[in-house]
């Protein structure tokens, strides 16, 4: 059986990670059918220290080929990828195409792989913020309603599949063809596989750190690509870092966002540096007190690793973790998000990891691929 993952962006590396592990043990144990997996890399992230750095990390093998897309604009980046992504699928003719998360990348494997009638499975279908002004929201949307397996990371997940019809069946009673059938499953989240797998290889940094901190990512595009918001933000950063100090690896889109608007940080409880691995990132979450982000991944890496977060968005795809209380959605208001760490700072979170699933999740996938029943 061929699959062909496409990944892009620096979260589908580690999403993919624990996946094509499963693949090779799945190989190893000479499971019946053997998998040969073919890795596509759209080149929508290209930095050493937002892809190589990664591949390293988390020991996933070069992809059979790096299509070198690159920065642009959503429609040019997007329509690049399906381009190329069409051209690699028709020549590998993969039985099933694997896409990841929310990203550009995602949404031009699963439409390059639909138009060519290559069933699609879906990593972390079913999440929604409900908000379409996020490029990620309609990525989302569109890569789940052209994708054949829906693999959802909670229930959540799988409850807003079916507010929008998307359930496990046939598309329409009078055309039932493979094309026409399409399967959810609730597997768990393979992002907690990966922190449950790369706990032990944990990388120290070498950055002087200071002893008591506060992990931050700043990235959104919401957030980055409006003047009054990135002030807010690191507005309130300042009189937060006067408290408490602050360690942002900071998204070359941030750091060129703040050049661009003249933002200047120069408070000494600020700690700006450069984008950092995984395992670094691991480390960060480790040391730290308290995360403050606007990412989907980092809210839930801070929950796996015990540590209250506050969300710089209105909204959050992670509702459990709101619900659990140890998540404070506070916006990008520089009062809020300050009163947020107040509320915030010295919360006590009860972990349970069991919203995310196992730790089983790739395992699971796997399984499911495996059994044709699953998608055809
Ligand atoms: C993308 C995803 C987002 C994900 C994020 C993780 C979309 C719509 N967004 O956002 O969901 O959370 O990746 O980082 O797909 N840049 C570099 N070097 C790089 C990559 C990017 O300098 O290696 C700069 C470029 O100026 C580029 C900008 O960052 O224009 C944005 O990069 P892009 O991949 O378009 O989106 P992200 O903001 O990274």
């Not at 079916?162 to 393979?190: C, I």
């Not at 032990?200 to 980055?224: A, W």
Request: proline fraction near 5%; charge should be neutral; glycine fraction near 6%.
């Amino acid at each position: 059986m061929k699959i062909v993952t496409i990944v892009g962006a620096r979260p589908q590396f580690i999403k993919a990670a624990p996946v094509s592990r499963a693949i090779k043990e799945h190989n190893r144990r000479g499971e019946k059918p053997h998998i040969v997996e073919v890795l596509v890399h759209t080149g929508q992230h290209y930095d050493n220290e937002m892809s190589a750095v990664f591949f390293r990390d988390l020991r996933i093998p070069e992809p059979y080929v790096n299509l070198g897309v690159g920065s642009g604009s959503h429609g040019w980046q997007t329509a690049q990828m399906l381009m190329h992504i069409e051209r690699v699928l028709t020549a590998q003719t993969p039985d099933l195409v694997l896409v990841y998360g929310d990203t550009n990348s995602t949404l031009a494997g699963a439409l390059a792989s639909a138009k060519l009638q290559i069933p699609v499975a879906h990593i972390e279908a079913g999440l929604r913020s409900f908000n379409r002004r996020m490029p990620e929201e309609i990525n989302r949307l569109l890569t789940d309603h052209v994708s054949t397996i829906l693999f959802c990371p909670t229930n959540k997940a799988v409850d807003n599949l079916s507010a929008e019809g998307v359930v496990s069946g046939f598309l329409n009673q009078s055309s039932q063809s493979p094309q026409g059938r399409r399967f959810v499953h609730l597997v768990g989240d393979v992002m907690l596989d990966a922190a449950l797998y790369y706990k032990e290889f944990v990388k120290e940094m070498d950055f002087d750190l200071p002893g008591h901190f506060i992990l931050s990512t700043i990235h959104r595009q919401e957030n980055t690509d409006k003047p009054d918001q990135l002030v807010s933000i690191f507005g309130a950063f300042m009189k937060i870092s006067q408290e408490i100090p602050i360690v942002i690896p900071i998204h070359p889109r941030t750091r060129k966002k703040l050049k661009e608007f003249g933002i200047t940080v120069s408070t000494p409880g600020l700690h700006l540096m450069e984008p950092v691995s995984y395992l670094e990132m691991c480390y960060l979450l480790e040391k730290c007190v308290l995360v403050m982000t606007d990412s989907g991944g980092l809210q839930k890496e801070a929950f796996f690793h015990g540590k209250p977060c506050i969300t710089l968005r209105d909204e959050t795809e992670w509702v459990e973790l709101v619900d659990h209380g140890s998540n404070a959605l506070a916006g990008t208001d520089e009062n809020d998000i300050y009163e947020a760490f107040r509320r915030m700072r010295n919360r006590k979170i009860k972990c349970n990891l069991g919203l995310y699933g196992d730790g089983k999740a790739s395992e699971r996938i796997v399984e499911l691929l495996m059994n044709k029943e699953s998608f055809s």
